[in-house]
């Protein structure tokens, strides 16, 4: 049977897609905008429920760590505590790191990763290094003090078999109810994209390092 929200649902929908601005009279452009306003406040009426999510960002694409790291600045404006465990960085500095530390003891940082898995060639000592970062990810992911975890390049070390998917869905089986958690890499699998409430898959078109031969620069890619 369908529900009211999926009528609304529809409604959003078909409203978006009917001819643009340009084409209609200023009463029919007048009307249109009314009947949106009309849906949607509805919409946002019947969806009540607030609960802490899982979100993951995942594919080829730029941008993964950059959007959760947008969440986490929200959280920190709210005034929640947050935590942040890079599983891959941390052979090096990201500039990131030096700008959320500024915010003292309302977030916690840990870049615990050596790197990129062809610079450590090394299999076990890179799964030890994952399993650590994962030991301190829980510790934040069970305190309810904690809003928001960013579990960042979570997702390569799944894919890597430096950890395993049924390890991070027991994890999150453990969060408080309104804890958020973000996990980001491509690569995101099935088991993990099913569990999550908010699933955003980055798509690759065009890149400079491939199409131009521009190398990863200072404020764009660290």
Do not use: C
């Amino acid at each position: 049977m369908t529900q009211p929200t999926d009528r609304l649902d529809a409604a959003a929908t078909a409203l978006n897609q009917e001819a643009e601005g340009a084409s209609l009279s200023e009463e029919q452009y007048r009307r249109k905008m009314q009947r949106r306003q009309e849906v949607q406040q509805q919409r946002i009426a019947d969806r009540n429920v607030e609960r802490g999510l899982v979100i993951v960002n995942t594919g080829n694409g730029k941008g993964k760590t950059t959007a959760a790291l947008g969440m986490v600045l929200r959280s920190i404006g709210h005034g929640y505590k947050v935590a942040i465990v890079q599983f891959i960085k941390g052979a090096w500095e990201p500039a990131e790191k030096a700008v959320m530390e500024r915010f003292g003891d309302q977030l916690s940082f840990h870049a615990m990763g050596e790197g990129f898995t062809w610079d450590t060639q090394d299999r076990d000592r890179d799964t030890q290094t994952a399993q650590a970062a994962w030991e301190t990810a829980l510790s934040y992911i069970r305190n309810p003090e904690y809003k928001t975890i960013l579990l960042d390049e979570v997702n390569i070390a799944l894919k890597h078999g430096f950890l395993t998917v049924e390890q991070v869905l027991a994890g999150l089986a453990e969060k408080p109810e309104m804890t958020h958690v973000i996990l980001t890499g491509r690569g995101a699998p099935p088991a993990l994209i099913e569990r999550a409430d908010l699933v955003t898959e980055m798509t690759l078109v065009k890149h400079p390092f491939r199409e131009q031969g521009v190398k990863a620069q200072p404020g764009i890619e660290f």
